[in-house]
């Protein structure tokens, strides 16, 4: 039996865990007290769970369903609403009004205002850009324009150390 890792209590209320920058993983066991002075509160109930709102939606069709398309990978609502899966990016768009409206009735929400991990959050967006800034760079070699290569490279290695 688990006990909380600050007071000691024997009942468990929630367990954390936490991966710091190496990738370890740290498991830090607490009571509902130590929770509660940790700014843990109880994790809300989901209302349904993915596989019941993907039944209620084929199970409420719509005729207007196959009129809502998307008009990159022409995929539509209807086909979504049988199969759960989207086309393609563009598809979020296309069906942003009943996205929207389905995923405020999996999560209560449509706007994310849980706590984020800040630790990493610019290396990741660096990686992010290297990796965008690198495929034009490459592009740019191939059609010959070593100029522009030039330039997108130095933007590189400004990111790379931290510059910009």
């Not at 330039?151 to 510059?163: C, F, L």
């Amino acid at each position: 039996m688990k006990e909380c890792n600050i007071c000691h209590k024997p009942e468990v209320f929630i367990i954390v865990n936490t991966v710091d920058r190496e990738g370890n993983v740290q498991e830090l066991a607490l009571c509902k007290d130590c929770a509660q002075k940790k700014g843990i509160s109880e994790i809300k109930k989901i209302k349904l769970t993915p596989a019941e709102i993907i039944m209620k939606l084929q199970m409420t069709s719509d005729a207007n369903d196959q009129k809502i398309t998307c008009n990159f990978c022409n995929i539509t609502w209807a086909n979504f609403r049988t199969t759960g899966r989207l086309g393609c990016e563009h598809c979020y768009e296309s069906f942003k009004n009943q996205l929207d409206s389905l995923i405020k009735e999996i999560h209560g929400a449509t706007l994310h205002r849980g706590k984020t991990v800040t630790s990493g959050r610019k290396t990741t967006y660096d990686r992010f850009v290297i990796k965008k800034l690198t495929k034009q760079m490459r592009q740019a070699i191939q059609n010959e324009d070593y100029e522009k290569a030039a330039v997108i490279r130095d933007q590189i290695t400004k990111i790379k150390k931290g510059i910009v």
